[in-house]
């Protein structure tokens, strides 16, 4: 397949994704996942890797 249609493909099924998440969050009363990949997490592991400097 062309590239740009595996970009196109692989951009439709992330938003997928994260519209049916919201869905479940707004809709099922579930609490929100914590997300392991967000910023401040990766924050706290440079830190903890490099002791802080």
């Known amino acids: 397949m ?3 249609l595996v970009a196109l493909i692989e951009g439709a099924h992330q938003l997928y994704s994260r519209i049916s998440r919201l869905d479940r969050e707004l809709f099922t009363g579930a609490a929100p996942t914590e997300t392991k990949n967000d910023a401040a997490a990766q ?3 440079l830190l903890k890797a490099f002791g802080g400097r």
């Open 43 to 45: 924050q706290r592991a």
């Open 2 to 4: 062309p590239p740009r």
